[in-house]
């Protein structure tokens, strides 16, 4: 990967936030920029382990605009589209405008 600076770790940053530039985390952070610079939305999808909620993590916190308000939720089998719901509507005023625009689809 001779296109990425050299990888120097911080002996001062914790553990859990050192990221060490693997060709999917590199590729992931290239293309979620490129998606945003031209306005288009971001959904990552791919195996286990590859880096994808790492690097939008580390993009959300610190390569965003500083108006841009991230809200992380964590989803698992059993997360049910009421639950999404509660979360997102109970965050703040800012989101019940999201759910006003986006409302949850449902199958009937």
């Given at each position: 990967?001779?296109t990425?600076?050299?990888?120097?770790?911080?002996?001062?940053?914790?553990?859990?936030?050192?990221?060490?530039?693997?060709?999917?985390?590199?590729?992931?952070t290239?293309?979620?920029?490129?998606?945003?610079?031209?306005?288009?939305?971001?959904?990552?999808?791919?195996?286990?382990?590859?880096g994808?909620?790492?690097?939008?993590?580390?993009?959300?916190?610190?390569?965003?605009?500083?108006?841009?308000?991230?809200?992380?939720?964590?989803f698992?089998?059993?997360?049910?589209a009421?639950?999404?719901q509660?979360?997102?509507?109970?965050?703040?005023?800012?989101?019940?405008?999201?759910?006003?625009?986006?409302?949850?689809?449902?199958?009937?």
């Open positions: 990967m001779d990425i600076s050299e990888f120097k770790c911080d002996p001062d940053k914790p553990f859990a936030q050192i990221i060490v530039p693997t060709a999917d985390t590199v590729r992931y290239f293309l979620v920029d490129a998606l945003l610079a031209a306005g288009k939305h971001v959904l990552c999808v791919g195996e286990t382990g590859t994808k909620t790492l690097s939008l993590s580390a993009k959300l916190l610190d390569g965003m605009h500083p108006e841009v308000q991230p809200l992380f939720m964590t698992s089998a059993r997360t049910s009421n639950q999404t509660d979360i997102i509507g109970g965050h703040d005023q800012g989101h019940q405008y999201l759910l006003s625009q986006y409302p949850p689809c449902a199958v009937t």
